[in-house]
């Protein structure tokens, strides 16, 4: 056991963690936002540690067990809180925000504990970890400063706590007179330098910022870089374009060369090959030759048709690439996320194609709330889960379609507060009319997620082939049959499609079908490799030829690898351009399906959360229905939770009883380590480094049971450490376990109390 | 365990009872030398019996002639005293061959070292040379003069000092000779009551009239006494633990130079003859850990002033066997 804390190491341990918290709430403050509110915050939790500390100092010493409880649950709240937001709103909170303030609350709970001094090391390690995990993440000067303040805080208590590990050694002609004076001029001499340094001349300045090390430039590139020497390329400062980062609401209506999804996908796949025709030239007469005066119609297709044979696109590598912005849309909400952007119905074996637009019902009716937000009334269905909200931006894509999720609900695009802007691109989709979405707008959505247990119990009518679906040929049929065998049909189906694909394939981007191919699904079938779109083909026309209603649907995926942990979002580039597949369920809804290995759909933790409450709700109803028993229940957990070392302690003595039986140098040592038990039940375990008479021994003059407790060191000497022909020592000698009863029946938990000012330093 | 409480041990058989006598005899004689040092005869007395060298470290007039005129008288062998000047040779400490016109043949005369206790005053004044000379004798227990090698007394047990203070004028101890100690005590100043009841015996105490106190040990008991600690039980986990704290003196950060093989091997037989002082035939992690400051104090190179919290850490890092 160790002596308390001197007051100078607790309070700049104190000191440390309010640093560290300082830091954590200007890394974790949204930007823009003033920084009055998280100082106030920061100011309530460290006066919270403070008072704890006080209060621990009052009446906690001793209470280990307490505080220990008090830290873990003060360090889970935040993890909990993050739980019940996605819960309840929707809208998650960054997992490293979460653990940040998880570590945060650890931090304060440690350095208000910190009168054990094991429990400041830890407090100052914690808010060590805490300020340089914060101040990596936050902006600005603050941080810097915040920074600063802990190095100097952490230089004193270094300082102190040497001071402190000295303690044993005065009287032995180490010096007695506190260093603070020492570490006052050394601080001084710091600040002095820093102070010329900040005010002073600019050229001292200067000279001083010539003897660090520069950044200077590297072959390394970091496109969500910020400050340094030069930007990132998704990067770019919102005064030289429109297309900065950031979620402000903009009325910019700029139009730029943007690309559409059309370009991005001709950039990504290559451009859909054209089968070559063989025109034969007929020569006419005269007379059936009819001169046209007016330019021939021009064929605009582009996003009508999507063509599942293209001829991919050969990268140079070390050619660098033309530097600019390049994200097309950045998302604020759990990722990964599907954002669709077209759906494609028909599908002749080649090409996917539109079809015409759909007489949709739903319809699109202004909500009352804080803006002008949209709900799609879409009917409501067991298959869905919770709800995820998300705010996306339109950078750099050009599209009248609104970047959304599936199953989207709600949504709301900056002030429009006009439904006759809206329209629909597809059913589910919704699309501006007659203009694209202009760029820096942010489109804020809510959308269902599924649920997979409520899928599963949906009943999937019998269906016919639709009139889309074509016949599969032998590979494709062959390959559906073993994916399905067995499998019920319905929602299991479509998984076991979904699961055979992603097991059976590999995705490879450079394995496109070839320039004659006339049926890219048997071409994949046969290959068992190639890219997304075809994984999305042949998914769904395997579900079509199931009986299931599938389409194709293109768009944006944004990926968990591309968050930006700065900015809080995550950028969508080019290169995140994706196909996928979605299923229509009975009620009409179409649910998003993942056949690519290497996307994922979210997860159902909106869903397992609303379980979770489910499961809770049904216990609730269950302990009402039987309340006699559950508050004998209740009640015994109590006793046994208020009671625990008094068990603890009598099943041990249980258990020490049964095994008296043996030789009796093994019943000593089990009765010593019955005592030990006894010992540690009130907190006075013996450290590993201290002996049994080192350590109980000034116990036992001090009591008049004391040579119970002699006789018994004596035993225990001879058990551990005597030759096993030497006698037992007296006066015990005769019948060891009879000692032994004496000891056990003597030295209950009580008499290996100890005051805590008389805890042994050491040895 | 204190001093008392050995004192009051009871040996273990017929063997281990007249072995406790001598003890007690050996003992008392010392504690009627060294009025209020009990700590210190005991640790002095395992030091003697497990054929160790004792260096002192103190100040003048606390005793250390005295402690070892008394031990000298109580071992029944003969004392000898070297007070060590930078012109002190070699040949002063071991002895050396003159011609005998009589017999026309070189004689051996025998220097202090065939004593079988031999006091060397302030050690660290004497020269390299002498001081090698001297180390051969303790390390070997033999005296080597002009290629003939001569064996000392078989209990030969050397009590050095030196002045912590004065260090003007000295040729600090090497390591390697620094190991050849067993164990470093300080006497230290005696209690009040001690030092008043010194007072009170001194009063017409004339030195012509003491009489010379009679041997407590007969011929050869000492040497069995040895015997009887090198047999004393050390168990495997003792063992382990002994081990154990050893690696951890060479890896702790203020300690410049670990505790050799030799070394262990004497804090081993120290926790023997402590362990026998207590009247056991075992040893105990008590007896590794009540020999451990004055025999690690000798031979670890720590930094100035850290050595308690060097032990303290070390004894605290390693796990006692308990189970």
């Known amino acids: ?763 | 365990m204190t001093a008392s409480a050995m004192a009051n041990a009871s040996p273990n058989g017929a063997a281990v009872d007249e072995a406790g006598e001598a003890v007690a005899g050996l003992r008392s004689a010392l504690n009627a030398a060294l009025r209020g040092k009990a700590d210190v005869v005991e640790l002095v007395l395992a030091c003697l019996l497990a054929r160790g060298h004792l260096l002192l470290e103190d100040m003048p007039g606390l005793g250390k002639t005295t402690l070892a005129k008394a031990l000298a008288a109580a071992v029944g062998g003969r004392f000898a005293r070297v007070q060590c000047t930078p012109d002190l040779l070699p040949g002063d400490v071991t002895g050396f061959r003159v011609y005998d016109p009589k017999t026309r043949e070189f004689e051996f005369l025998p220097g202090p070292v065939f004593a079988d206790v031999l006091l060397a005053d302030e050690i660290n004044r004497a020269t390299p040379r002498t001081q090698s000379a001297l180390l051969e004798a303790m390390a070997e227990r033999q005296a080597t003069v002009d290629s003939v090698r001569h064996k000392l007394s078989d209990g030969f047990f050397v009590i050095a000092t030196q002045n912590p203070v004065d260090q003007h004028g000295t040729y600090p101890l090497p390591e390697a000779q620094l190991d050849r100690f067993a164990v470093k005590l300080s006497i230290g100043y005696p209690g009040r009551d001690d030092e008043r009841a010194m007072l009170e015996a001194a009063v017409g105490d004339v030195e012509d009239d003491r009489e010379p106190p009679e041997p407590t040990l007969g011929p050869g008991r000492l040497r069995s006494l040895q015997d009887a600690v090198a047999r004393t039980t050390v168990a495997p986990t003792v063992r382990d633990y002994l081990v154990d704290l050893g690696r951890a003196t060479r890896s702790h950060r203020q300690v410049a130079l670990g505790l050799s093989p030799r070394g262990l091997l004497i804090w081993q037989r120290m926790a023997q003859a402590r362990a026998f002082l207590a009247g056991r035939g075992y040893v105990t992690p008590d007896d590794v850990r009540d020999v451990a400051g004055p025999t690690l104090d000798v031979r670890l190179d720590v930094e100035p002033g850290a050595a308690r919290r060097v032990l303290v850490d070390v004894l605290a890092s390693v796990p006692v066997p308990a189970r």
């Open chain 1, 1 to 763: 056991m160790t002596a308390e804390e001197p007051l100078g190491v607790r309070a700049t341990t104190l000191a440390m963690a309010a640093v560290a918290t300082t830091t954590t709430a200007l890394a974790i403050a949204e930007p823009g936002v003033s920084p009055a509110r998280p100082l106030a915050a920061v100011a309530a939790w460290t006066a919270a540690a403070i008072a704890a500390h006080a209060w621990i100092g009052r009446h906690g010493k001793g209470r280990s067990a307490t505080t220990a409880a008090l830290l873990a649950t003060s360090s889970l709240v935040p993890v909990a809180v993050a739980a019940a937001r996605v819960a309840w709103t929707g809208r998650a909170t960054p997992l490293e925000q979460a653990l940040l303030c998880s570590l945060r609350n650890l931090a304060l709970g440690l350095a208000a504990a910190s009168h054990e001094p094991a429990a400041g090391r830890l407090a100052a390690l914690a808010s060590l970890f805490l300020v340089l995990a914060s101040a990596s993440i936050a902006d600005g000067p603050a941080a810097a400063w915040a920074l600063g303040a802990f190095a100097i805080l952490g230089g004193v208590w270094l300082a102190l706590a040497y001071w402190r590990g000295l303690r044993p050694m005065r009287g032995e002609g180490a010096p007695r007179r506190s260093p603070a004076g020492h570490l006052a001029g050394a601080f001084a001499l710091v600040g002095l330098a820093v102070a010329v340094t900040a005010v002073g001349p600019t050229r001292a300045a200067v000279a001083l910022a010539g003897l660090f090390p520069s950044s200077g430039g590297t072959d390394w590139n970091d496109p969500d870089a910020r400050g340094g020497v030069g930007d990132g390329d998704d990067e770019v400062k919102g005064a030289e374009n429109p297309q900065s980062i950031g979620f402000a609401d903009s009325d910019a209506y700029l139009d730029t060369d943007r690309p559409s999804l059309y370009d991005a996908f001709n950039d990504m796949y290559g451009e859909p090959s054209k089968p070559k025709k063989s025109e034969r030239m007929v020569a006419l007469s005269n007379p059936n030759v009819v001169e046209q005066r007016e330019r021939p119609a021009e064929n605009l297709r582009a996003n009508r048709q999507f063509s599942a044979v293209r001829r991919g696109v050969a990268r140079r590598p070390g050619r660098p690439a033309h530097r600019e912005a390049e994200a097309l849309l950045y998302v604020d909400g759990p990722t990964p996320l599907h954002i669709g952007l077209a759906a494609y119905d028909r599908f002749d074996g080649r090409d996917w194609s539109e079809a015409a637009r759909p007489n949709i019902r739903v319809a699109i009716e202004p909500e009352r709330r804080a803006g002008p937000w949209f709900r799609i009334g879409a009917p409501d269905s067991r298959a869905l889960g919770g709800v995820a909200a998300h705010r996306i931006k339109v950078a750099a894509l050009d599209s009248a379609a609104l970047p959304a999720p599936p199953l989207l609900r709600a949504f709301r695009m900056g002030e429009v507060d006009r439904v006759d802007f809206f329209g629909w691109a597809a059913d589910g989709m919704i699309a501006m009319e007659g203009r694209t979405i202009p760029s820096s707008t942010v489109v804020e959505t809510e959308s269902a997620a599924p649920d997979p247990d409520g899928l599963a119990s949906l009943d999937f009518p019998p269906r016919v082939l639709d009139a889309d679906a074509r016949p599969l040929g032998p590979a494709a049929s062959a390959w559906l049959d073993a994916m399905t065998r067995g499998t019920p049909p319905g929602w299991a189906r479509v998984e076991a499609i979904v699961r055979g694909l992603r097991r059976d394939a590999a995705p490879d981007p450079k394995a496109v079908a070839p320039d004659d191919c006339g049926d890219v699904v048997e071409h994949f079938a046969a290959a068992r490799r190639g890219p997304d779109y075809l994984f999305a083909t042949a998914c769904a026309a395997m579900l079509r030829s199931s009986g299931h209603s599938a389409r194709l649907v293109t768009g944006l995926y944004a990926a968990p690898s591309r968050y930006d942990a700065k900015t809080r979002h995550t950028p969508v580039r080019r290169e995140d351009v994706h196909t996928w597949v979605e299923v229509r369920i009975p009620c009409g809804l179409w649910i998003p399906v993942e056949p690519t290995p290497g996307y994922e759909l979210p997860g159902p933790s909106p869903a397992a959360l609303a379980g979770i409450w489910a499961a809770f709700r049904s216990a609730a109803g269950r302990v009402a229905g039987r309340p006699v028993a559950c508050a004998t229940l209740a009640a015994l957990a109590l006793l046994a939770v208020r009671f625990r070392r008094e068990a603890a302690d009598a099943l041990a003595t249980l258990a020490w009883r049964a095994s008296l039986r043996g030789p009796s140098r093994r019943g000593v040592i089990r009765t010593v380590a019955l005592l030990e038990l006894r010992a540690r039940l009130v907190d006075a375990a013996r450290p590993p480094g201290e002996s049994l008479r080192s350590w109980y021994g000034p116990l036992a003059p001090a009591a008049d049971v004391g040579r119970d407790l002699e006789s018994l060191l004596a035993l225990a000497e001879w058990s551990l450490y005597a030759p096993p022909d030497a006698d037992a020592p007296s006066p015990a000698g005769s019948d060891p376990i009879a000692a032994c009863r004496r000891a056990v029946r003597a030295w209950k938990r009580a008499r290996f109390r100890r005051p805590s000012g008389n805890m042994k330093e050491s040895t």
